[in-house]
């Protein structure tokens, strides 16, 4: 059985920072590209960062370009480090994983990924 669990969110003043977490189980990590999106109160879920299976592709949202860094461990874990937060930043966060044959790409559409955590509230006030 599969589980992504998120971890690290919380209250942050604006300016300040965050690391996200996701440990991921039942799956053979390196065989998966993983992702992190947010859904913002009354919106629809939006792309924020994705990894490659390899650790190599990166991409973001333009929104959260320079101030995000997604990465990935040996040890099924995948991270989203949040610096320069501000209040549009204030959303759920969730993980997700998707089987993938290449090693390098980045999957940055959500219905693509078969796997989902419950996500983490972030909240930056303003």
């Known amino acids: 059985q599969v589980q992504l669990v998120e971890s690290g969110g919380g209250l942050v003043p604006a300016g300040g920072s965050l690391r996200l977490s996701c440990a991921a189980s039942g799956l053979i990590f390196s065989s998966y590209a993983l992702g992190w999106f947010r859904q913002h109160p009354g919106k629809e879920r939006e792309f924020v960062a994705a990894?490659?299976?390899?650790?190599?592709?990166k991409d973001y949202a333009d929104s959260v370009k320079g101030r995000f860094a997604i990465s990935r461990d040996n040890a099924k874990n995948t991270f989203l480090q949040m610096n320069s937060l501000k209040p549009e930043d204030t959303a759920v966060y969730y993980c997700a994983a998707v089987s993938a044959f290449s090693t390098g790409r980045a999957v940055t559409q959500d219905t693509e990924y078969q796997y989902w955590g419950q996500g983490t509230q972030v909240t930056v006030p303003s």
């Open positions: 990894i490659s299976r390899s650790g190599v592709t």
